[in-house]
């Protein structure tokens, strides 16, 4: 029983302690008997590892993302030795499951294993990786299954407002604004598949990364097993090209039974290599990048037009996007936009006060404090190098960066680089209960 000295105050909050200095595990780097690199992260409480296998050529690099994912999943649907059940059953009975990650310039496997059954689980992973049949049946399955997903996509506004907006900031043939149509992905075949399967998962073009609790005998197996394959094909090249933005700045969808309109807006922005990058981060988080942000106090709290509004800063290889996303009423359309580009320019010229500004650096740390959660989220940090480009430095520098982040500097930022002049927004919705936008 709890004293009555002990006793809680609720009424009163806990003190909040300030962030000390936070270290990052450096990862261990092994070179295998082919040459493909192993990243290892040894931080794990259990019996327990993660390996990502991460190939050149992702989605922005294909002619068909529709195919890149069909030949991925088809790859364990059957080999040489074994079938797709007796795959699964491996997988099942040993305790591991897959999963795929596709990047706009990398495909990668997932495979989750307990230590003392790698030897059993990975050498039939990598056997689907080297000859899969890709059985007619399962392909034809798997691809009725993203053609009705797609199908799917296409009604649902916050998919269409989205696609549209890659198409504004990045250009109509541009291979980050591709979409596939449904037609389409039914005229992959096979033969598109293999081609595929035979570009992309090469020794020569893999990069591992391992976490948990590993031991000499994991290293072993993974040399003996991954460090041994060979190919004397080059791996795919990544496919940049510049962002080429369309003259038209706002396109509106009309979907004629939508009970709410979803809207995107974007800004071209800078790449990650740029030095004001983690600071513009910041200055986006402030606007709208978490739950006490401007546009969710302003659209959310305080004027009700939607339950929920977010932006953010991407750093593609091909250059940096700022976005803010928001569904609301179709009537409510035409203010939130007026209300978003508001906030903007609120932001350059209404200085963040100090309440505000301990509030986001708290946020930000915590979100930076969460990337020592385990070892798999450490592994994420580094993974995030080859797939985004992130430098070495940058968890150090997101710290640095955080700790001189000045109201100032965020006025600065958002007047540079935030010009609502060149907001792009796409809005799908139904357009005969939006009031007119021009």
């Not at 890659?166 to 291979?175: M, R, V």
């Not at 992130?390 to 955080?402: A, I």
């Amino acid at each position: 029983m709890i004293k009555e000295n002990m006793k809680l105050n609720r009424a009163i909050a806990p003190p909040i302690k300030e962030f000390e200095k936070l270290e990052i595990p450096q990862c261990r780097i092994l070179v295998l008997d082919n040459g493909i690199k192993l990243n290892i992260i040894d931080h794990g409480e259990f019996d327990v590892n993660r390996l990502t296998m991460s190939w050149n050529g992702g989605a922005y690099d294909v002619d068909s993302f529709s195919a890149l994912m069909l030949a991925t999943e088809l790859m364990r649907e059957g080999t040489k030795l074994h079938t797709g059940a007796e795959i699964a059953e491996n997988l099942d009975f040993n305790g591991a499951w897959l999963r795929n990650n596709f990047h706009s310039h990398h495909t990668s496997i997932v495979l989750h294993s307990l230590n003392n059954k790698f030897d059993s689980v990975l050498p039939i992973i990598v056997e689907t990786i080297t000859s899969p049949l890709f059985p007619l049946k399962e392909f034809e399955i798997n691809r009725e299954k993203i053609a009705k997903r797609k199908e799917l996509n296409l009604s649902k506004v916050a998919y269409l407002s989205n696609q549209n907006n890659h198409q504004l900031i990045f250009g109509d043939n541009h291979p980050c604004a591709k979409d596939e149509t449904v037609e389409e992905i039914y005229n992959i075949s096979i033969n598109d598949i293999k081609e595929i399967q035979q570009n992309i998962f090469l020794p020569n073009g893999c990069e591992l990364f391992l976490a948990g609790r590993i031991t000499p005998q994991i290293e072993d197996i993974i040399n003996n097993q991954l460090g041994q394959l060979t190919s004397t094909k080059e791996p795919l090249k990544h496919n940049i090209i510049p962002i080429s933005p369309s003259e038209t700045k706002l396109n509106i969808i009309d979907v004629e039974d939508a009970m709410q309109s979803a809207i995107t807006m974007s800004i071209p922005t800078i790449p990650r290599s740029n030095t004001d990058y983690i600071d513009l981060r910041y200055t986006i988080m402030a606007l709208g990048g978490y739950f006490g942000s401007r546009l969710m106090t302003n659209i959310r709290e305080d004027k009700g037009y939607t339950y929920g509004i977010s932006a953010s800063l991407l750093g593609n290889w091909e250059g940096g996007v700022a976005t803010i996303s928001t569904q609301c009423d179709n009537s409510y359309v035409k203010q939130v936009i007026d209300e978003v580009k508001k906030e903007i320019e609120s932001l350059k010229y209404n200085d963040v006060d100090d309440d505000e500004l301990n509030r986001l650096k708290q946020y930000a740390m915590t979100q930076i404090a969460g990337i020592l959660d385990s070892p798999f989220s450490i592994m994420d940090y580094y993974e995030n190098m080859r797939h985004v480009l992130t430098p070495p430095d940058y968890f150090y520098s997101m710290q640095e960066s955080l700790n001189n982040l000045t109201s100032e500097r965020i006025a600065t930022l958002a007047q540079q680089y935030l010009t609502v002049d060149k907001l792009y927004i796409s809005v799908a919705g139904n357009s005969k209960k939006m009031a007119n936008m021009d």
